[in-house]
């Protein structure tokens, strides 16, 4: 059975009014395809079916195609997510007759936790980078800059230098662009803002680019590989990942635990939850109090490990 690489015109214009109007990422549009094209596939495969005839029952059996192949209760809720998006397209957009998902609702998931690692799990990753090589330097400010800011990989990534402004000795801000093209401004500390001077100086970043010639092909983009080339998401998650591995913390630690981390901490220190919730640019406070959550779970452990009378006494 052949599937099909192409997308219906309804498709394909969905993704254009997303990246146009709504300002969607390239990531998102990616992603949004890559689901549409099983949506599409299904329709035309098992129902027989065009866009234009799907039935509530079309779209039900769908979601129950993708369960028994194996796909997370999560990646069918996204997956659904941009089916219903499309629809809804069709209808406002498209003068479709009816939108066959209005009532179709997600499969049901577990409550995910975040798992941040602990303040001394950051120091020992951090801290077990020391030396003074251009990559050394450049995985420092990585980590530092992650756990300081509290930054999508996305966003690290695209960074340039010109994104960072020094207001004095013990802070910086940098400007990132987030989830739909919206910029924020985030502070980072001194420890961060120590770890990209140097990564910047003469033996970092410039040494690289000068060894290999490419100025001019990395602009003034921060992140660039031993090579001189710009590094992208799976590079940086890989810097990360052997970092990780290197101090004994295995695969604990993703760019997202460092932003979970930064989060939760931010937290147990007493950050109000809606400067967290601007510093990591959530669009609502629900996101950003699972973290209160984890922070809660915390403290009823401290307290039951502490407190003389919090345990059962002999009376009971």
Not at 30 to 57: C, H, M, P, W
Not at 66 to 74: C, D, F, I, V, W
Not at 294 to 308: E, G
Request: glycine content about 6%; some cysteine.
């Amino acid at each position: 059975m052949t599937d099909f690489a192409e997308l219906s015109l309804d498709a394909e214009e969905f993704l254009s009014y997303l990246a146009v109007e709504k300002g969607r990422s390239h990531n998102t549009i990616s992603a949004y395809k890559k689901d549409l094209l099983l949506y599409e596939n299904f329709l035309r495969i098992d129902a027989e079916k065009t866009l234009s005839e799907v039935s509530v029952g079309d779209v039900e059996s769908f979601t129950e195609s993708l369960l028994k192949k194996g796909y997370a209760r999560s990646s069918v809720a996204r997956i659904l997510s941009a089916v219903k998006g499309l629809h809804r397209f069709c209808r406002n957009e498209r003068e479709a007759k009816s939108d066959p998902t209005v009532d179709i609702t997600s499969p049901r998931q577990a409550r995910r936790l975040p798992k941040p690692i602990s303040k001394e799990e950051v120091d020992v990753l951090i801290s077990s980078i020391s030396q003074k090589d251009p990559v050394s330097l450049r995985d420092r400010a990585i980590l530092e800059v992650l756990y300081g800011g509290g930054l999508r990989i996305s966003e690290l990534v695209m960074m340039s230098v010109g994104d960072i402004k020094e207001l004095d000795k013990d802070i910086s801000l940098v400007t990132v662009l987030g989830k739909g093209s919206k910029e924020r401004i985030v502070p980072i500390g001194r420890q961060a803002q120590t770890a990209l001077s140097e990564w910047l100086g003469t033996a970092g970043r410039q040494a690289v680019l000068l060894k290999y010639g490419t100025y001019g092909k990395v602009n003034d983009r921060l992140w660039v590989s031993s090579k001189g080339k710009l590094m992208t998401r799976q590079t940086i998650w890989r810097v990360i990942h052997s970092r990780s591995e290197a101090v004994g913390l295995g695969s604990k630690v993703t760019p997202h635990t460092l932003r979970h981390s930064f989060a939760s901490h931010m937290l147990d220190n007493g950050a109000d939850i809606r400067v967290v919730q601007e510093l990591l640019g959530h669009a609502s406070l629900v996101t950003t109090q699972i973290y209160t959550y984890v922070s809660n779970t915390k403290l009823k452990s401290i307290y039951l490990q502490t407190h003389p009378r919090a345990k059962l006494s002999r009376y009971e």
